[in-house]
C-alpha cells in the first residue's frame, strides 16, 4: 500500500511513527495535527521528513475518549507512489481529448457537409440549366436551400418557354405560310380554271397534310421538351427496337423497292421502347426519303468502346455542306429527290430530344463516299 502513518497525543508530541523516525517531535504546529486537535479537518502536503525532498500528502483524524479529543493519526501517502497514478489518468485525458477532437472534427465537416452539399447540388443543376441539359430536380433536404432552388427552376423554365414560344411562333409562321400561300393559290386556280379541278385538288390534300403533319410533330416535340426524365425499362433490348422499326417501315421500303440491312447484336440499355422506337423510325423515313429505288438501307445496333449504339446508313445523295450545321434547326428541311416536296422540318430535332432524355448524343454526318450515317450514341455503359 506504501503508507505511512504516525499518532500525536493530545499536546502534539509524536508518540508512534510506523518509520521510527518522528517519535519525540512536536508536530502541534502541522496543519494536519493543528487542525485536528480543535477538531476540524486536517490535512497537508509536505516533505516526508526535513531532510527528504519527496512529498507526501497527510490526512490526519481524531482520536476521542468519552467524546474528548486525546489525540490524532496522519495517514501519509508519498506522493511518488501516485506518480502511475497520475500518468494512467493523464494518459486517459490525453486519449479523451483527442477522441473529443476528433468528434469535434468529424461533427464540423458532417455539418459542412450538410450544410454544402445542397448548394452544391443547387450549382449543378443551374449549370445544368444553363447549358439546356435535362435534369431532374435535385433532392435537397434544407428547406430553405430546396425552396431557393425551386424558386430559381421556376424561373428559370418561365423565361424558357418565354422564348421558346418566341422561337415556335416565328418559325411556325415562316413553315405554314409556305403551304397556306400554296392552299390560297389552288384555290384561286379552280376558281379560274374549273377543268384543272383534279390536280388542284391533289395539291391541296398535299399541302393540307403537311400542316397536319407540321402541327402532330410541334405538339410532339413540345411534349417532350417539357420533360425532365422518360420513364425507363431497365432492361431493354435494343435489336428488339430495330427489328420493330423495320417492321413498321418494310411496306414502304417494299414500294420504292429499297432494302433493308440488319446488322445487330444483343445489348441491353435502361431505356423508354416506345420513344427509342419512334426516334429510330424518324431516322429510317429520313433515309426512305432520300434513298433511290433499289439502294440499301443499313440498320446497326451494338456496342463501341464498351457504349451502346443505334445507326442508320443510307446510300442516297448526302447532305449539302451548307445544309450540315442547320440539319437540327426545328423546321428546316431539304427538299426530297423524288418529289422536290419539304417535310415538316421537325423529326431530327424530335430524335435529338429523345437521345437527350437518354443521356445520349445524336451525329448525323455524311458517309466515306454517299449517304448519310446517323448515330445515337449513349453515353453510359449498362451490363
Known amino acids: 500500500m506504501d503508507l505511512q502513518l504516525y499518532v500525536v497525543d493530545e499536546r502534539g508530541i509524536v508518540i508512534y511513527d510506523s518509520e521510527g523516525i518522528r517519535k519525540g517531535l512536536d508536530y502541534s504546529k502541522k496543519n494536519d495535527v493543528y487542525l485536528t ?3 476540524k ?69 458532417s455539418i459542412l457537409y450538410f450544410l454544402f452539399s445542397p448548394i452544391r447540388k443547387l450549382s449543378e443543376y443551374v449549370s445544368a440549366l444553363r447549358f439546356r441539359k435535362r435534369v431532374p430536380f435535385p433532392k435537397i433536404s434544407v428547406p430553405e436551400i430546396r425552396g431557393l432552388g425551386e424558386e430559381m427552376d421556376r424561373l428559370f423554365r418561365e423565361l424558357a418557354g418565354k422564348e421558346y414560344v418566341e422561337n415556335y411562333v416565328q418559325s411556325m409562321t415562316h413553315e405554314i405560310k409556305s403551304p397556306l400561300s400554296s392552299l390560297l393559290a389552288s384555290c384561286e386556280l379552280i376558281i379560274e380554271n374549273p377543268g384543272r379541278l383534279e390536280s388542284l385538288i391533289s395539291n391541296i390534300q398535299i ?119 442547320k440539319i437540327f434547326e426545328k423546321f ?7 418529289t422536290g416536296r419539304k417535310s415538316s422540318g421537325l423529326g431530327l430535332a424530335f430524335v435529338k430530344e429523345i437521345a437527350k432524355l437518354h443521356d445520349a448524343d445524336l451525329e448525323v454526318k455524311n458517309g466515306t463516299s454517299t449517304g448519310v450515317v446517323a448515330r445515337i450514341c449513349f453515353k453510359t455503359i449498362f451490363q
Open 37 to 39: 486537535l480543535q477538531g
Open 41 to 109: 479537518y486536517g490535512a497537508r502536503s509536505s516533505p516526508l521528513t526535513v531532510s527528504e525532498s519527496d512529498k507526501g500528502l497527510f490526512i490526519a483524524a481524531p482520536v476521542r475518549r468519552n467524546g474528548k479529543i486525546i489525540g490524532a493519526v496522519t495517514v501519509i501517502k508519498p506522493k511518488k507512489s501516485l506518480v502511475p497514478f497520475i500518468e494512467s489518468t493523464r494518459k486517459k485525458f490525453w486519449n479523451l481529448s483527442l477522441y473529443v477532437a476528433l468528434s469535434i472534427i468529424v461533427l464540423f465537416i
Open 207 to 325: 399541302e393540307g397534310k403537311r400542316i397536319q403533319t407540321i402541327l402532330e410533330k410541334l405538339l410532339e416535340l413540345s411534349s417532350l421538351e417539357n420533360q425532365s426524365q422518360l420513364e425507363k425499362t431497365p432492361n431493354l433490348n435494343l435489336q428488339d427496337v430495330v427489328r420493330e422499326a423495320i417492321a413498321s417501315s418494310v411496306s414502304e421500303a417494299v414500294r420504292k423497292n429499297i432494302h433493308f440491312k440488319e446488322i445487330t447484336e444483343t445489348v441491353w440499355i435502361e431505356g423508354n421502347g416506345f420513344f427509342l422506337g419512334m426516334a429510330l423510325r424518324n431516322l429510317v423515313q429520313n433515309a426512305l426519303d432520300f434513298s433511290n429505288s433499289g439502294s440499301e438501307i443499313t440498320i446497326r445496333c451494338g456496342k463501341e468502346a464498351g457504349l451502346p449504339f443505334l445507326e442508320v446508313e443510307d446510300s442516297g445523295p448526302g447532305i449539302p455542306s451548307y445544309a450540315l450545321e
Open 332 to 338: 428546316y428541311s431539304l427538299p426530297r429527290p423524288d
